[in-house]
Nanobody, 123 residues
Framework: QVQLVESGGGLVQAGGSLRLSCTAS????????MGWFRQAPGKEREFVARFSRNGGSTSYADSVKSRFTISRDNAKNTVYLQMNSLKPEDTAVYYC????????????????WGQGTQVTVSS
């Protein structure tokens, strides 16, 4: 099992930046895909970005491509999401997720989740 804790959310004006962190504990020696998802009020949870299980590739949702960057520090068991040029439509609860069996882009393919961190972008 792995436990995930996110941090770094907050309130920012449109055009601003935030960096989210997700620190993993527990069985971090296993091979996991690590990703970020978000959920806005009244909407389904959607994919944002992820590292594949072997860590060799990244994927981004079209809506955040060129604005968001996922990165990792293996020594700290931490994955980051750098969010630049934020827009009001980026407002959501952001969740870190890990999958022990898939490198997919769907929330149902991830079996470990953090508690979420709120990101609010004002216009």
């Amino acid at each position: 099992q792995v436990q995930l804790v996110e941090s770094g959310g907050g309130l920012v004006q449109a055009g601003g930046s935030l960096r989210l962190s997700c620190t993993a504990s527990g069985r971090t020696d296993s091979n996991y895909a690590m990703g970020w998802f978000r959920q806005a009020p009244g909407k389904e949870r959607e994919f944002v970005a992820r590292f594949s299980r072997n860590g060799g590739s990244t994927s981004y949702a079209d809506s955040v491509k060129s604005r968001f960057t996922i990165s990792r520090d293996n020594a700290k068991n931490t994955v980051y999401l750098q969010m630049n040029s934020l827009k009001p439509e980026d407002t959501a609860v952001y969740y870190c997720a890990a999958s022990s069996y898939s490198s997919g882009l769907f929330a149902t393919q991830y079996n470990y989740w953090g508690q979420g961190t709120q990101v609010t972008v004002s216009s």
